[in-house]
């Protein structure tokens, strides 16, 4: 997998999912990135062999500095909530997963650092909107609580109100 977080606050630019990584799709990865000239200055990135001497003068020539992580340093995966093990059948059902565990970080994981707001700040809701229900979120996994005015059709709470 390819990912491109923003430094400010967590949030994830750009993703991609493939079996079978080479050289040559990596660096088109971090063409596709950035395709406005809107570099960073900095990438972080592992010590994976996938970073090669190739890879290493694309990222001089786009004027962007190396920074490799610690050894044993975990990746973005060991940081973020993401159910592990998950059940995969392919790259299709991997994306899904993952695009619903990114919708999650950004608009409901809450970060401590952020005075608990999450990536995509939220508006603080009155109590005259409602009753606070629990929304499902990435398949179950995850729940964000938010308030909602009553569902007249049921006395269940989800997130179809």
């Not at 610690?70 to 995966?77: S, T």
Request: glycine share 6%; net charge positive; charged share 25%.
């Amino acid at each position: 997998m390819f990912l491109v977080l923003a430094d400010d606050r967590r949030h994830i630019l750009h993703f991609y999912v493939i079996a079978h990584r080479t050289a040559e799709w990596t660096g088109q990865q971090l063409r596709q990135a950035f395709p406005f000239g809107q570099l960073p200055h900095y990438l972080l990135r592992d010590r994976d062999n996938i970073f090669g001497n190739d890879f290493q003068d694309q990222l001089r020539d786009m004027g962007i500095r190396e920074v490799l992580s610690v050894c044993r340093a975990g990746d973005w995966f060991d940081s973020a909530r993401v159910p592990r093990p998950s059940i995969v059948f392919n790259e299709t059902s991997l994306c899904r997963t993952l695009r619903s565990y990114f919708d999650y970080n950004h608009q409901s994981r809450t970060h401590l650092s952020w005075g608990k707001d999450s990536p995509e700040p939220r508006q603080i809701q009155p109590v005259e909107m409602g009753r606070v229900v629990a929304v499902s979120l990435v398949g179950g996994l995850h729940h964000r609580y938010e308030r909602r005015a009553a569902c007249a059709t049921s006395s269940f709470i989800n997130s179809s109100c």
